[in-house]
């Protein structure tokens, strides 16, 4: 069983700044591809960013492209989701996921067995 646990959400004004950090329970953490969901009051879940278990290859919804930067360390169990520029619109409730392997369908939600509770990031205008 893989335990997720988000932090680094809060409210910041537009143009602002967060990063938010996803730490898990499992090790080797090297095995698993982690995704970024979010989920906007009256939306579905939808795809944020993803990085392979090397955190060689990253991959980004259009709305978020040049904005967020997906990373991790697996020494530390740890992956992180930098977003710059906020907007209004990103406000929502974030969610990191993980999937066993590499080979997955990242845009997916239901492709991840695992994920944490979420963290709340709200974006002023």
């Known amino acids: 069983q893989v335990r997720l646990e988000e932090s680094g959400g809060g409210l910041v004004q537009a143009g602002g700044s967060l990063r938010l950090t996803c730490t898990a329970s499992?090790?080797?953490?090297?095995?698993?591809?982690m995704g970024w969901f979010r989920q906007g009051p009256g939306n579905e879940r939808e795809f944020v960013a993803a990085?392979?278990?090397?955190?060689?290859?990253?991959y980004y919804a259009n709305s978020v492209t040049g904005r967020f930067t997906v990373s991790r360390n697996n020494a530390n169990r740890t992956v992180y989701l930098q977003m710059n520029s906020l907007k209004p619109e990103d406000t929502a409730v974030y969610y990191c996921?993980?999937?066993?392997?590499?080979?997955?369908?990242?845009?997916?939600?239901?492709?991840?067995?695992?994920w944490g509770q979420g963290t709340q990031v709200t974006v002023s205008s």
């Open positions: 996921a993980a999937y066993p392997g590499d080979d997955w369908e990242y845009t997916r939600a239901n492709t991840y067995p695992y």
């Open positions: 990085v392979d278990w090397t955190g060689g290859s990253t």
């Open positions: 499992t090790s080797p953490f090297y095995d698993y591809a």
